[in-house]
T-cell receptor, first 113, second 112 residues
Framework: GAGVSQSPSNKVTEKGKDVELRCDPISGHTALYWYRQSLGQGLEFLIY????????KSGLPSDRFSAERTGGSVSTLTIQRTQQEDSAVYLC???????????FGQGTRLTVV | GENVEQHPSTLSVQEGDSAVIKCTYS??????FPWYKQELGKGPQLIID?????GEKKDQRIAVTLNKTAKHFSLHITETQPEDSAVYFC???????????FGTGTRLKVLA
């Protein structure tokens, strides 16, 4: 594909349900990032994958949040037992690795009702 | 680890005036400093970047300056236009982990 693809673009879920957000990075990009952006706020780092290294999970806000990256490509961010404060736009970005431009997807807007 | 601070959080300028956004970083070993523009409903997009071996870089109406000694870098937009209205983020790359750390963003409004 031409860019980073995220799905779904919008997700409304009931409080307490689990959700999975998907990110398809640019082919060949070894680094993948997840960020959370609450309404009108900045980019909150969640997790970072680089090649085959152990992911940097230091930004995950609680143990309800987890992410995996299969085969060094597609990544899934899972939020268990969703809470209203989880409502935000979740952005994924990928880079070829090293100090290079990050390419962002359009984001998934999650609303927990 | 790296920490990035960004100011101001909001900025309003008249069309045609200049806008300046400033960021500071904490990791003296960081060597890559990009700026991103985020329009409503979209993901951030790179508009300009600078590396630590360069003090200034220009691209048409946009310029970025870097002061390594003071550990700060700035975005300058000249002759602002309404389409420049957006949220701008600075970032620094942690030299040890290559992790992007973003500033908190500046909402720029260009008044026609």
């Amino acid at each position: 594909g031409a860019g980073v693809s995220q799905s779904p673009s919008n997700k409304v879920t009931e409080k307490g349900k689990d959700v999975e957000l998907r990110c398809d990075p640019i082919s060949g990009h070894t680094a993948l990032y997840w960020y959370r952006q609450s309404l009108g706020q900045g980019l909150e780092f969640l997790i970072y994958f680089q090649g085959n290294s152990a992911p940097d999970k230091s930004g995950l806000p609680s143990d309800r949040f987890s992410a995996e990256r299969t085969g060094g490509s597609v990544s899934t961010l899972t939020i268990q037992r969703t809470q209203q404060e989880d409502s935000a736009v979740y952005l994924c970005a990928s880079t070829p690795g090293g100090d290079t431009e990050a390419f962002f997807g359009q984001g998934t807007r999650l609303t927990v009702v | 680890g790296e920490n990035v601070e960004q100011h101001p959080s909001t900025l309003s300028v008249q069309e045609g005036d200049s806008a300046v956004i400033k960021c500071t970083y904490s990791d003296s070993a960081s060597n890559y400093f990009p700026w991103y523009k985020q329009e409503l409903g979209k993901g951030p997009q790179l508009i300009i970047d600078i590396r630590s071996n360069v003090g200034e870089k220009k691209d048409q109406r946009i310029a970025v300056t870097l002061n390594k000694t003071a550990k700060h870098f700035s975005l300058h937009i000249t002759e602002t236009q309404p389409e420049d209205s957006a949220v701008y983020f600075c970032a620094a790359m942690d030299s040890g982990t290559y992790k992007y750390i973003f500033g908190t963003g500046t909402r720029l409004k260009v008044l026609a």
